[in-house]
């Protein structure tokens, strides 16, 4: 099985910067498109930022200005460097990804099991 494993998450006051980190391990051939989504209390889980295998990246218009999407292919490691927090982006950060277990494989999507990140006023 896949396993995703999100880290980074916290308690930080308006203004300030969280860095999140995903690491994607077990049994993989490839990671193809990865992701964040989050999910705040009372809402649906919505998409964050995406970047695809070439490096190509999609924000929210919400944190297009502010998130910063990356990954590192040899480690199998996708970072989301969020600045400027307000209390609206509380919620719980999930790590997605398509991934196949084998060369010429079914590419299945994979979830982490989230981290808390809370901002305060």
């Known amino acids: 099985q896949v396993q995703l494993v999100e880290s980074g998450g916290g308690l930080v006051q308006a203004g300030g910067s969280l860095r999140l980190s995903c690491v994607a391990s077990g049994n993989i051939f490839r990671v193809n498109d990865m992701g964040w989504y989050r999910q705040a209390s009372g809402k649906q889980r919505e998409l964050v930022a995406v970047i695809t295998d070439s490096g190509n990246t999609n924000y929210a218009d919400s944190v297009k200005a502010r998130f910063t999407i990356s990954r590192d292919s040899d480690k199998n490691t996708m970072y989301l460097q969020m600045n400027s927090l307000v209390p609206e982006d509380t919620a719980i950060y999930y790590c997605?990804?398509?991934?196949?277990?084998?060369?010429?494989?079914?590419?299945?999507?994979?979830w982490g099991q989230g981290t808390q990140v809370t901002v305060s006023s």
């Open positions: 997605n990804c398509n991934a196949a277990r084998y060369y010429g494989g079914t590419y299945w999507t994979f």
